[in-house]
């Protein structure tokens, strides 16, 4: 009876993924270790995403952003230990203390969507580029975002 490229492709992955699961931990490199349930995120329009993460050594806490509000959570064990509500397009986060709360709302550039503190300077280190506009929907694109220009990707330094 020949083998058809199905039953090889079939027989292949079952006997990979069999060695993966018995294997146990890789040798060398990451794996995960955990996964903690961190409840919806849901943003307007229905959409439901996290975006950025932001680890702070000292408390040992995640800040966790989506479009209104960050969550923050000890890295440790995964337990939501607060949150900062009612925000507006969370695109970065910054630690200068374990007090939950905005300390600064920046104003930057369309599209600037990362970001690093400087915790010395109190420098903010913001990066971003020139975009086309969006194209117009369709229906296999009905919310089209506009895409980066090459060659424009930027540096912004803010401080006080």
Same mark, same amino acid.
């Given at each position: 009876?020949?083998?058809?490229?199905?039953?090889?492709?079939?027989? $292949? #992955?079952? !006997?990979?993924?069999?060695?993966?699961?018995?294997?146990?931990?890789?040798?060398?490199?990451?794996?995960?270790?955990?996964?903690?349930?961190?409840?919806?995120?849901?943003?307007?329009?229905?959409?439901?995403?996290? %975006?950025? !993460?932001?680890?702070?050594? $000292? #408390?040992?806490?995640?800040? !966790? $952003?989506?479009? @209104?509000?960050?969550?923050?959570? %000890?890295?440790?064990?995964?337990? !939501?230990?607060? $949150?900062?509500?009612?925000?507006?397009?969370?695109?970065?986060?910054?630690?200068?203390? %374990?007090?939950?709360?905005?300390?600064?709302?920046?104003? &930057?550039?369309?599209?600037?969507?990362?970001?690093?503190? %400087?915790?010395?300077?109190?420098?903010?280190?913001?990066? &971003?580029?020139?975009?086309?506009?969006? @194209?117009?929907? &369709?229906?296999?694109?009905?919310?089209?975002?506009?895409?980066?220009?090459?060659? &424009?990707?930027?540096?912004?330094?803010?401080?006080?």
């Amino acid at each position: 009876m020949p083998v058809s490229r199905l039953h090889l492709t079939f027989w $292949s #992955t079952l !006997i990979l993924c069999s060695g993966l699961a018995v294997g146990g931990r890789p040798d060398g490199g990451y794996y995960l270790l955990k996964k903690y349930d961190l409840g919806a995120a849901p943003a307007p329009g229905g959409k439901e995403y996290w %975006d950025y !993460i932001t680890f702070e050594p $000292s #408390t040992r806490r995640l800040y !966790i $952003s989506h479009n @209104p509000e960050v969550k923050v959570v %000890d890295a440790d064990n995964g337990a !939501i230990v607060g $949150s900062i509500p009612d925000l507006k397009r969370v695109h970065g986060i910054a630690v200068l203390s %374990d007090q939950f709360g905005v300390v600064e709302t920046v104003k &930057t550039e369309f599209g600037a969507r990362n970001m690093a503190l %400087d915790s010395k300077t109190h420098r903010l280190f913001i990066d &971003t580029a020139d975009f086309t506009p969006a @194209p117009e929907p &369709t229906a296999e694109q009905p919310h089209p975002q506009p895409t980066p220009v090459s060659g &424009t990707f930027r540096l912004l330094v803010y401080g006080h």
